[in-house]
């Protein structure tokens, strides 16, 4: 593993992370399901139009997603962002593909998660968004306290706009250093994210089980488990 790349309180520094990281939690992607839902195209179960024709068939599936999520823990990979947070302060963020909070679990503060946050539902008619401590989980389909309106995963899905994108916008056209982990690179926006990094002379570094498709725009690519390379190659950047 090579890297002379020295990271100071002065670098502009912005993280990427994608399934790959939680995988090492034990989330699985959407594409490692299995069992029940196996005979489900993921892709058609996540959109706006499954939920109108299905809403109870949609919330049974992020039910156990959300079962799954809460079980979880962060890992290696996760705690050592978090230090890496604590040193670099406000010149640090982590931008997540991920709906799960393992992150926030890790102590991060500064987190866009432009897929939304699983823990979380919105209301269709309202619009207001509740944690899902305070909503009765245990109805087909859970309604609003406020409305009574049927509420949905406050996700992303197909088709939706992803979030924070001017925040994560400003933030790509200072960075100094941009960190991708356990993504691969062919969902977009995330992708293109790596080009405007480029496009503005930042330093790209990629951590991830496969060779990423967009490998070309990628300064430095550390094949592997994050959680078995992030914590060391943060320890020699920080050092
Ligand atoms: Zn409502």
């Keep these: 593993m090579k890297t002379d790349y020295k990271i100071n309180k002065k670098t502009e520094t912005v993280i ?3 399934a790959g990281i939680s995988t090492d939690s034990g989330l699985k992607t959407f594409r490692g399901s299995n069992g029940y839902w196996k005979e489900y195209d993921v892709k058609e179960l996540a959109r706006y139009e ?18 799954k999520v809460k079980k979880a ?4 990979a996760h705690k050592s962002l978090f230090e890496m947070e604590k040193i670099l302060g406000e010149n640090f963020c982590i931008i997540t593909q991920n709906v ?13 998660q432009m897929h939304g946050n699983i823990l979380k539902a919105g209301c269709i008619e309202c619009k207001k968004k509740f944690k899902l401590d305070k909503i009765d989980l245990k109805q087909d389909i859970p309604l609003c306290p406020l ?16 979030r924070f994108m001017d925040e994560i916008k400003n933030k ?3 960075v100094n250093l941009l960190i991708v982990v356990g993504t691969s ?12 990094a480029k496009r503005n002379k930042a330093d790209v570094i990629c951590i991830n089980l496969d060779k990423p498709d967009n490998y070309r725009f990628i300064d430095e690519f550390h094949p592997g488990k994050a959680e078995e390379i992030l914590p060391k190659l943060a320890d020699k950047w920080l050092s």
């Design 50 to 67: 499954a939920f109108q024709k299905n809403p109870e068939l949609i919330w049974e599936f992020y039910k156990k997603r959300i079962e």
């Design 185 to 196: 690179g062919t969902v977009y926006p995330a992708a293109s994210f790596v080009q405007i």
């Design 147 to 162: 409305c009574k309106s049927k509420l949905r995963p406050d996700v992303v899905w197909f088709g939706e706009i992803p």
């Design 73 to 76: 823990e962060p890992n290696k």
């Design 100 to 112: 799960d909070d393992l992150h926030q679990r890790a102590g991060n503060k500064r987190v866009f």
């Design 172 to 174: 790509l056209n200072r």
């Design 16 to 18: 990427l992370t994608g």
